[in-house]
């Protein structure tokens, strides 16, 4: 049976990240959730708490400073539990049970070993080939990163996503891209009121790929995750029960 713990990273989410628990902290098919404040400033751990007497399986995790999301996220994957990992933005607009139920399914089903998001607003360039190879809603096997802890740890900030896609690449793993035609990841330059600290924070965002693999091994990645790609189930409509937040 798969059993998916939903690890959720934050920092400085406190406007957003109650939409997606509202979302996530019942799923039929989400056996725990463990957020991880990574150092926020702005009450995102103490929002995240509320939810503690909603769900006993839920664990939130306080990081004493900002050490960013790949050591955030390793810190979470430490603390969990399943045999596989829902990994998930804490800003997302527009997430829905469906959406979750969707991503979870082929590979709860044996259709696939991972499943990645294709989001509304990724890309253009994305979304035409049919893959956002640098999302951050995926599911894929515990054992897969469990046993990488150390290496996730000396990865820059912001290395995790194309980490994994190596892995993926390595193990020929199955890849379901699961569009998700009603969510949003909200623009940096929203989030932060000003676009110049936007930009800067895409610039500081693609540097930290950029150091875990060079511009030309990102186009092979592509190339080979989209060779990899297999045709997602229906949905399973009994996980995907839309419910209004609470």
């Given amino acids: 049976m798969t059993k998916v713990s939903c690890i959720i990273p934050a920092y400085n989410e406190a406007p957003r990240i ?16 463990v957020v991880i404040d990574d150092g926020s400033s702005d009450g995102t751990a103490e ?15 306080r990081q004493s400073r900002n050490g960013g999301k790949t ?10 539990r399943g ?3 829902l990994l998930l933005d804490s800003d997302l607009l527009g997430l829905t049970h469906r959406d979750l139920g969707a991503l979870i399914a082929p590979v709860a089903a044996g259709h696939s070993d991972v499943s990645i998001s294709l989001r509304r607003n990724a890309p253009r360039t994305w979304r035409a080939i049919g893959l956002d190879y ?4 995926r599911v894929l096997p515990r054992d ?3 046993a990488r802890l150390d290496e996730l740890h000396a990865l820059p900030r912001f290395g995790l996503e194309v980490f994994m896609n190596r892995l993926w690449i390595e193990h020929a793993a199955r890849i379901a891209v699961v569009a998700w035609p009603g969510v949003d990841s909200p623009m940096k330059s929203a989030k932060l009121g000003n676009w110049r600290k936007g930009v800067a924070a895409d610039a500081k965002m693609m540097r930290d790929i950029f150091r875990t693999i060079a511009p030309h091994h990102a186009l ?4 080979a995750m989209r060779n990899l790609r297999v045709l ?12 209004a937040p609470r």
Avoid: C, F, K, W
Avoid at 134 to 137: D, F, N, Q
Avoid at 220 to 223: F, K, M, P, S, W
């Fill in 71 to 80: 050591r955030a996220v390793a810190s979470g994957i430490a603390e969990a």
């Fill in 47 to 61: 929002i995240a708490e509320m939810y503690l007497d909603r769900n006993d399986h839920l664990r939130v995790l």
């Fill in 18 to 33: 109650g939409a997606v628990l509202d979302r996530v902290i019942d799923h039929p098919q989400i056996s725990e959730v």
């Fill in 144 to 146: 897969m990163l469990a």
């Fill in 83 to 85: 045999s596989h990992l």
């Fill in 232 to 243: 997602p189930p229906a949905p399973d409509m009994t996980g995907g029960t839309e419910h």
């Fill in 134 to 137: 640098i999302s951050g809603e």
């Fill in 220 to 223: 092979a990645q592509i190339l």
